[in-house]
């Protein structure tokens, strides 16, 4: 059984930083990307970050560019998304999520694998 574990959330004032970090787990796990998908109170899950393997290349939705910055280690089956200056709106449960077949889609639903989410609060 797959397994994506989050953790690093918390609550931290605008301008702070925080650091995710997601593990995946399970005999049958493979992925193309990984990445990082967000849900505030009475919306839309969004995506955030990812990064496909195959030449490590970086998606960022508009909102985190310049902001956020992802890594991760295929070989390790992990993710981390570094949070700098953060920002109230940039509240909201954060899922870790994994593709086994990347098409470049921003889509939640072709996305396979997901974590249970970790809280980010950001304070005015």
């Known amino acids: 059984q797959v397994q994506l574990a989050e953790s690093g959330g918390g609550l931290v004032q605008a301008g702070g930083s925080l650091r995710l970090s997601c593990a995946a787990s399970?005999?049958?796990?493979?992925?193309?990307?990984m990445g990082w998908f967000r849900q505030a109170p009475g919306k839309e899950r969004e995506f955030v970050s990812a990064?496909?393997?195959?030449?490590?290349?970086?998606h960022y939705t508009g909102s985190v560019k310049g902001r956020f910055t992802i890594s991760g280690d295929n070989a390790k089956n992990t993710v981390y998304l570094q949070m700098n200056s953060l920002k109230p709106e940039d509240t909201a449960v954060y899922y870790c999520?994994?593709?086994?077949?990347?098409?470049?889609?921003?889509?939640?639903?072709?996305?396979?694998?997901w974590g249970q989410g970790t809280q980010v609060t950001v304070s005015s």
């Open positions: 999520a994994a593709a086994r077949w990347f098409s470049g889609s921003y889509v939640s639903t072709k996305w396979d694998y």
């Open positions: 399970g005999r049958t796990f493979s992925s193309d990307a």
């Open positions: 990064i496909a393997w195959s030449g490590r290349t970086l």
